[in-house]
Nanobody
Framework: QVQLEESGGGSAQPGGSLTLSCSHS?????????LAWFRQVPRKGREGLAT???????HFAISVLGRFTLSKTHDKNRLYLQMNDLRLDDTAEYYC?????????????????????WGQGTQVTVSS
């Protein structure tokens, strides 16, 4: 089981930046796992934004490519989503997700059912 907790949400103006943090850890054992960021707006499904594999390979959705970046620290088990050039339609609840790695990680466009572990979410609001 992987435990996840997001933080860092808040408000920003269009063109601004925010950094979200996902604290992650395996409850038992030491299996590697894939991590992802999703977001959700009311009345819509969760949208995959970015994934990172245990070896550090990252993939991004077209909607955030070039604006969002991922970084992680191994010692503190944190994954960061740096969001730049924020737009009004980036307003959403942002979630960190994980799945134990058995090889390739699910793609960034994969469904939420492929990610069994989720954080509680953190709200990002972009407004002028």
């Amino acid at each position: 089981q992987v435990q996840l907790e997001e933080s860092g949400g808040g408000s920003a103006q269009p063109g601004g930046s925010l950094t979200l943090s996902c604290s992650h850890s395996v409850v038992t054992g030491s299996s590697p796992y894939c991590l992802a960021w999703f977001r959700q707006v009311p009345r819509k499904g969760r949208e995959g934004l970015a994934t990172i594999s245990p070896d550090g390979t990252t993939h991004f959705a077209i909607s955030v490519l070039g604006r969002f970046t991922l970084s992680k620290t191994h010692d503190k088990n944190r994954l960061y989503l740096q969001m730049n050039d924020l737009r009004l339609d980036d307003t959403a609840e942002y979630y960190c997700a994980a799945v134990l790695s058995t090889g390739d990680c699910p793609s960034v466009g994969s469904g939420t059912w492929e990610w069994p572990y989720w954080g509680q979410g953190t709200q990002v609001t972009v407004s002028s």
